[in-house]
């Protein structure tokens, strides 16, 4: 292997929707660098986390029938039952939801957590309070997407936060969606909500860490053992 094809696989692939951004990042820090060097030097480091931000690493999704995986990069931040967002028409009774908020350092290309067809997208305007909040669920401004899967039907709902402005998705009514494919991405600092059938039982805890595409959010075969866990 020549040293250029090993630094290539050391590189993670930069997501198309944030090229724009980077290239923003770049030419204010080349101007502030004509200002001053170590405003410039500030406008640099600042351009590499810009690309960092938008990183869009390769993931291996675990493939079992039944499983729930992570549609985002983060910690989550809340797990239980929930009444899920109106427009999403999934009904009035709680279901079983796990919340991952998504630090501005975190990949915020998000993942499908299972397959299945995409029956509604829903926008719903909002304020932008922080995202680790519990109200944000209701009160944010968020996109929400409905799958319907063999094993029932699933809301995953991109809230915007504290930071973020701009809720971006790839998706449309009628596709079909296979688990750990990208459906959106959110810029700048958010969380993402799954709302599963009530049988579902999370393979999570508050302040677990997830990655998108491969950790197991959930898990709807009744027959698992279910799991317990401890911090250390």
């Known amino acids: 292997m020549s040293i250029l094809d090993s630094v290539r696989r050391q590189l993670v692939p930069i997501h198309p929707e944030g090229y724009i951004f980077i290239a923003g990042f770049a030419i204010g820090a080349f101007v502030l660098h004509w200002i001053s060097p170590t405003l410039g030097w500030i406008g640099f480091i600042a351009t590499a986390w810009c690309a960092y931000f938008f990183r869009d690493p390769p993931r291996v999704t675990p493939l079992r029938e039944g499983l729930v995986v992570a549609p985002a990069d983060g910690v989550v931040c809340s797990v239980g039952f ?6 999403l028409g999934l009904g009035a009774e709680p279901l079983q939801r796990v919340s991952v908020f998504m630090s501005v350092f975190d990949c915020h290309v998000n993942r499908a957590p299972i397959t299945g067809r995409i029956s509604k997208v829903a926008y ?4 932008f309070l922080n995202a680790d909040l519990d109200k944000a669920s209701d009160d944010n401004e968020r996109n929400g997407v409905v799958i319907d899967a063999p094993a029932g039907r699933f809301g995953v709902v991109q809230i915007a936060g504290l930071v973020a402005r701009r809720i971006v998705s790839f998706v449309q009514e009628g596709e079909t969606i296979g688990v750990g494919d990208r459906f959106g991405l959110i ?3 958010s969380r993402v ?3 599963m059938p009530s ?6 805890a508050l302040g677990s ?5 491969e950790t197991v ?3 709807l075969n009744s027959s698992a053992a279910a799991l317990s866990f401890k911090a250390g």
């Open 82 to 87: 929930f009444l899920p967002p109106p427009e």
């Open 124 to 127: 719903k305007p909002g304020l």
């Open 187 to 189: 810029r700048f600092g």
């Open 193 to 195: 909500d799954v709302y």
């Open 199 to 204: 049988k579902a039982r999370p393979c999570v």
């Open 209 to 213: 860490r997830t990655i998108a595409g």
């Open 217 to 219: 959010l959930a898990d």
